[in-house]
């Protein structure tokens, strides 16, 4: 298994696993601030996740793993190597929005919070404004706990 950062050829492989998943990627095309990390199993993409910079904090975009190479760890694979460079880059906090997954990210440290608590660069995401349904759960994780 290769986790590394995705580049050009990538995308349309990124973008068919978030589509499948039924995870948002009208805000990706062109010139989106999402930076993806890919997982490479034989040659194919098994997983990918997101992340979008600003300043100290960062947006969580739309984690994903293939159907069929779930419930091996690689979910969790990717999010901690997404922590560490997102660390690396001088990101202190994590925020997200999920509708499927409260409960994988509970146990990976991230904690419910209210909406209007976000930083504004956040709040100001396609994803907050447009693509995130207001039933989903906003959570966050401060790098370093």
Do not use: W
């Amino acid at each position: 298994m290769y986790i590394g950062e995705a580049d050009t050829t990538d995308i349309a492989a990124i973008h068919s696993l978030l589509a499948e998943a039924g995870l948002p990627i009208d805000d990706l095309k062109g010139s989106s601030k999402a930076r993806f990390l890919i997982a490479h199993d034989d040659d194919e993409t098994s997983g990918a996740v997101g992340l979008e910079v600003y300043g100290k904090s960062a947006l969580l975009r739309s984690l994903v793993v293939k159907p069929e190479a779930r419930k091996r760890g690689l979910g969790a694979q990717l999010m901690r190597e997404l922590e560490c460079r997102a660390k690396n880059q001088g990101v202190d906090c994590l925020y997200l929005l999920t509708t499927t997954a409260e409960k994988f990210f509970a146990a990976r440290g991230y904690h419910r919070l209210n909406r209007e608590r976000v930083p504004q660069d956040i709040a100001a995401t396609t994803e907050f404004k447009l693509l995130c349904p207001s039933s989903a759960v906003c959570m966050r994780k401060q790098l370093g706990e």
